[in-house]
């Protein structure tokens, strides 16, 4: 009889040799015959819809016994997600696994591995898990691009074009490496249009930028493609800080006439250093949050929008010396606009509050912001009147590395 270990290597093998000719739609089978090579009864990929609030099965459309989503609050499924860690539950006499589903450190959903009864889950079994999961998120992934099975699974409502052209440039939410955190969310996300963000890690600068387009509907998403895109040829070009924000605002300005523009905020952090460099442009400051209090909102230097020709002819740049575990907020104005029925702002002091208590919590970046959306949600009834974009980024050291996603 195989060893577990035996057991996963054939699952691995398995998942690898189908992949190159499968088609998303495969994928259901793909991962519950995956599972059978590990003895499982049943096996199961929940992927995280667009507002990170339900986890929802990816299976075929006419599948013989369909699972049902799953809320991310209040359910051991949930916490699997939220506090990326594998956990173990028992219905009845079978046993089942529940383990992360990562993008890198970008959370997709959870694996849900169900074994028969009497087996025995130790280390190697949720090792075994582990690893399994690991692929199925590549596949996941990989085959998205080429159908559309994963997509309509996160979709729990129609979504307008300017939001899909939007969603198509994002980079993924989160990203984590050994030295910085950065982690972002777009709401509502079926009918966002003008605002974006971007970032990129490149040898010791994490790149990170968000605009907020004029107006609403496709010419607002326009505008912040436009924005997005000249941001990345010039830094892919190597050109500086400033030079970057002059670039975005040519370019916006001879595509879109001279009189529209973006609001935005464009920076770098130095990961070694903790130097934070950046631009405001027409854009609600950057708070800091150190040891789980708001220090001070970057608010010293701020520049004319983007695309309306005032910016001087020097850009200034802010400059910031970071304290290892420093948290930045950046945040779009449809954040702290966002009203109650009784016409009370979310406001600056309500995002502050939240952010230091979520950082004195020491909850991960990706895990707070996921959390504030849906307090703005409630906020406003559920229903968001703006754009209400925030990034987060955190500069972390070799003590501060538990801030994973």
Same mark, same amino acid.
């Not at 420093?326 to 002091?349: H, M």
């Not at 939240?354 to 950082?359: G, T």
């Given at each position: ?19 190159? =000719? ?12 995956? #599972? ?10 929940? !992927? ?6 339900? !986890? ?35 219905? @009845? ?20 591995? +169900? ?9 190697? =079994? ?13 596949? $996941?992934? $990989? ?37 910085? #955190? ?11 249009? @003008? ?10 600068? %994490?790149?990170?930028?968000? /605009? ?9 998403? !326009? ?5 997005? %895109? ?10 500086? &800080? ?23 905020? =464009?920076?770098?952090? *130095?990961?070694?250093? #903790? ?12 708070? &800091?949050?150190?040891?789980? +209090?708001?220090?001070? =909102? ?23 010396? !970071?304290?290892? #575990? *420093?948290?930045?907020? &950046?945040?779009?104005? @449809? ?9 009370? /702002? ?7 509050? /939240? ?26 009834? @559920? ?23």
């Amino acid at each position: 009889m195989p060893t577990f270990d035996q057991r996963v290597l054939a699952a691995l093998r398995s998942l690898l040799r189908a992949s190159h =000719v499968v088609s998303p739609d495969d994928l259901p089978g793909m991962i519950s015959g995956a #599972g059978e090579q590990l003895g499982a009864e049943r096996t199961v990929l929940y !992927l995280v819809d667009y507002e990170q609030v339900v !986890l929802v099965p990816l299976q075929p459309p006419a599948a013989a016994h369909p699972s049902e989503a799953v809320g991310i609050d209040g359910t051991l499924a949930g916490r699997c997600f939220t506090d990326v860690a594998q956990h173990v539950t028992r219905a @009845g006499e079978a046993v089942s696994t529940w383990t992360p589903v990562l993008d890198g450190t970008d959370r997709l959903g959870v694996l849900q591995v +169900q074994f028969p009864a009497g087996t025995e889950v130790d280390e190697e =079994v949720l090792g075994g898990c582990f690893d399994v999961a690991s692929l199925v998120a590549e596949l $996941t992934m $990989t085959r998205s691009m080429c159908g559309d099975a994963v997509e309509r699974t996160r979709r729990q409502a129609a979504m307008t074009v300017p939001a899909e052209l939007q969603w198509t440039q994002l980079p993924p939410l989160t990203c984590i490496s050994p030295r910085v #955190g950065i982690s972002g969310v777009l709401a509502p996300a079926a009918e966002v249009a @003008g605002d974006s963000f971007d970032y990129a890690l490149n040898g010791d600068t %994490a790149h990170v930028a968000l /605009f907020d387009a004029m107006g609403h509907g496709m010419e607002a998403t !326009l505008l912040s493609a436009v924005a997005v %895109a000249t941001l990345r040829n010039a830094r892919r070009s190597g050109v500086g &800080l400033a030079e970057t924000v002059v670039a975005v605002e040519r370019e916006i300005a001879q595509q879109f006439g001279g009189d529209k523009f973006v609001t935005g905020i =464009v920076a770098e952090l *130095d990961v070694r250093t #903790g130097w934070w460099r950046w631009a405001t442009c027409g854009h609600p400051a950057v708070m &800091l949050v150190r040891r789980g +209090q708001v220090v001070k =909102v970057l608010d010293q230097i701020v520049c004319a929008p983007i695309g309306l020709g005032l910016l001087p002819d020097t850009v200034p740049i802010g400059e910031e010396r !970071l304290q290892p #575990g *420093d948290r930045l907020v &950046l945040y779009s104005d @449809g954040v702290i606009e966002a009203r109650n029925a009784e016409g009370e /702002f979310f406001g600056v002091e309500r995002l502050a509050d /939240f952010a230091a208590r979520q950082a004195l919590e020491e909850r991960p970046v990706a895990e707070t912001l996921r959390r504030l959306n849906l307090s703005i949600l409630d906020h406003q009834e @559920g229903v968001l009147q703006d754009d209400a974009t925030t990034v987060m980024v955190e500069w972390l050291t070799d003590e501060a590395k538990a801030s994973t996603p």
